[in-house]
């Protein structure tokens, strides 16, 4: 699979926007872009995916770089809820044509100050 | 509507006996992932479940693991002679086919003294 680069943490203040980096230099045409995030004491959750177009949704936004090497994750106003671990994953087809399978790096640990 | 279910939400054992840890997906999903997460890691893949069959069983470790999903809905994830090594958060996952977006349950904490 892939493999995703981003920082290991990151601070943001409440209300402000925060981006979130993911670099991903040997993706496949194929691959797609997902985010997931964990927050304290509970399973990862889905927040956005995208293939070469920005994309959005009510909960970020994802800005996917032309030649789709890196990748932002935006959250456009950060709460103190949106704490957590926000991992950046590409999804590669496997022999069989199924891209079931996350695979997980670190992430980047977001800090909300109030 | 109800979300995934795993039980218990937290186990202790000693080293070298057998535990079995459950989920309950959300209803309909056919897509079923069983994932291991250490402190400070994010979760790895253990085994994937189209259906009743393992369609994926790559990331199981070693033989002490075997999973099970009889009629298609719930899973148990049975480990024999538990390792201190085995001690993590086991994450449950399902999606309505294997390409959507998966949904997690809260886990289960297990420690093996």
């Known amino acids: 699979d892939a493999k995703t680069t981003q920082p290991n943490s990151m601070e943001s203040n409440e209300e402000e926007p925060v981006h979130l980096p993911c670099n991903h230099s040997?993706?496949?045409?194929?691959?797609?872009i997902h985010w997931y995030r964990q927050l304290p004491s509970q399973g990862p959750e889905y927040v956005i995916h995208?293939?070469?177009s920005n994309v959005n949704n009510r909960m970020a936004s994802l800005a996917i770089a032309e030649d789709r090497k890196s990748s932002t994750l935006i959250l456009h106003r950060a709460t103190l809820r949106d704490a957590a671990v926000y991992y950046c994953?590409?999804?590669?087809?496997?022999?069989?044509?199924?891209?079931?399978?996350?695979?997980f790096g670190k992430g980047t640990l977001l800090t909300v100050n109030p | 509507g109800a979300g995934v279910s795993q039980t218990p939400s937290n186990k202790v054992t000693e080293k070298g006996k057998y535990v079995e840890l459950r989920c309950d997906p959300i209803?309909?999903?056919?897509?079923l992932y069983w994932y291991r997460q250490s402190l400070g890691q994010g979760p790895e893949f253990l085994i994937y479940?189209?259906?009743?069959?393992?369609?994926?069983d790559s990331g199981l470790p070693n033989d002490r693991f075997f999973a099970v999903r009889p009629e298609g809905s719930v899973s148990t994830l049975k480990i024999q002679r538990t390792e201190r090594g085995d001690s993590a958060m086991y994450l449950c996952?399902?999606?309505?086919?294997?390409?959507?977006?998966?949904?997690f349950g809260p886990g289960t904490r297990l420690t093996v003294l």
């Open positions: 996952a399902s999606s309505l086919i294997p390409d959507n977006e998966q949904f």
């Open positions: 209803s309909g999903h056919t897509a």
């Open positions: 995208g293939l070469t």
């Open positions: 040997t993706i496949s045409g194929t691959d797609y």
């Open positions: 479940f189209q259906g009743t069959g393992a369609a994926d």
């Open positions: 994953i590409l999804r590669a087809l496997n022999s069989g044509g199924s891209n079931y399978k996350l695979t």
